[in-house]
């Protein structure tokens, strides 16, 4: 499987509502990012980082993707994605200019091609590639019923009807108002409708300080939050730990750290319970692995930032041992050949050959942007 081109892509796919809004930002559509690498015996692996659609960025994460990993890669064998991501992620000029951010995210797209190509050529889904399913039931929570833009009574509508109706037992919540007591009262509003049988998680997107997640978790004890995600600065590893160690409330979070390193300074310091690792922020599958091992080890529950990328993650999420629920946030996967499906609140087990990273050509041609 010898690389002969690396096509750089970029999509700006809508959402399910016209907007959406948590506590540090507002969009209109999300940003599928990535890289089609072909071999020469005609295979083609599809691999992708998400965005907020911004298109002068997202140009910087393709043209990373062209300009400097594609020489890399050109004539390797696919199939040795190992070494090729060590090559890649340990390059001397690249690990200069950046270690995360634009260069890692480029490089998870490169990666997760790369073990698309792997799986389609040995006939086999990615989970089953990787060993096998370890569950018959990926339990779903849904996110995207909860955004901080909806009022209150749309956020109580919408979670009732994603319990009710559609057999959801999970789902998530964004705080991060400027008076935590707004927040308060829409989650009271939300555990009266339901009540206590579903499980409620929260996601502040690193708005708040430690005394403000401190007053909030005061009062919001008797709600049975299952975790409360990103309550602070994504790199405050202090203020976390303090958190943890000062409520009964569990500490997620992962979305925002790049590299297995920031996460085993996390776990070191006893400030995560939920790990939230994310195969599009990380430098893609290989590195996820990593990270999922060293949470396993830590006798820790793995819950990947799945959301929008769940195309990727309910395979790794089938096969790792220590994940048992997913993110749901159904924004992209009608624009792929293998949509991430949730039926009675549970994933439904790709069956296709590969990572369901494959786009549909329409897709392609609607919502695909120029590269300059």
């Not at 400027?178 to 009262?185: A, K, Q, W």
């Not at 893609?284 to 006798?299: K, S």
Request: negative net charge.
């Amino acid at each position: 499987m010898k690389i002969t081109a690396v096509e750089p892509f970029i999509l700006h796919l809508p959402l399910t509502s016209d907007s959406i809004s948590d506590s540090t930002h507002s969009i209109t559509h999300w940003g599928v990012v990535g890289a089609k690498i072909t071999t020469s015996d005609g295979l083609e692996g599809y691999g992708f980082t998400g965005t907020h659609a911004h298109l002068a960025s997202d140009r910087l994460i393709t043209s990373c993707i062209r300009d400097c990993y594609a020489p890399l890669l050109i004539g390797e064998d696919a199939a040795d994605h190992q070494r090729l991501w060590t090559k890649l992620a340990r390059y001397p000029a690249l690990q200069w200019v950046g270690r995360a951010g634009i260069t890692h995210l480029a490089l998870a797209a490169v990666d997760v091609a790369l073990w698309d190509l792997a799986a389609k050529k040995a006939g086999l889904p990615l989970w089953a590639l990787l060993g096998g399913a370890r569950t018959d039931a990926l339990e779903a929570y849904n996110t995207d019923i909860g955004w901080l833009s909806f009022s209150k009574d749309a956020l109580v509508a919408g979670s009732a009807r994603a319990v009710e109706e559609e057999g959801f037992t999970r789902i998530k919540i964004k705080v991060g108002h400027d008076d935590p007591n707004t927040d308060i009262e829409r989650l009271e509003a939300v555990r009266k409708r339901l009540g206590h049988r579903v499980r409620i998680a929260i996601d502040a997107n690193g708005r708040w300080d430690l005394p403000t997640c401190q007053r909030f978790c005061a009062r919001a004890k008797d709600l049975d939050i299952y975790w409360f995600e990103e309550p602070m600065w994504y790199d405050d590893v202090a203020s976390h730990t303090a958190l943890a160690r000062n409520t009964a409330i569990p500490v997620a979070l992962g979305e925002q750290l790049y590299t297995v390193d920031a996460f085993r300074t996390f776990i070191n310091a006893g400030a995560v319970h939920y790990v939230q690792p994310d195969v599009t922020r990380l430098g893609g599958i290989t590195e996820y692995i990593q990270v999922a091992d060293l949470a396993l080890a830590n006798r820790l529950p793995v819950v990947p930032h799945a959301g929008e990328m769940s195309q990727v993650h309910v395979h790794l999420s089938y096969w790792h041992p220590a994940s048992t629920i997913l993110e749901y946030i159904p924004w992209i996967k009608d624009h792929f050949h293998e949509p991430a499906h949730v039926k009675d609140g549970i994933f439904l087990r790709p069956q296709q050959p590969g990572a369901s990273t494959t786009p549909l050509l329409e897709s392609m041609e609607r919502h695909g942007k120029s590269l300059t």
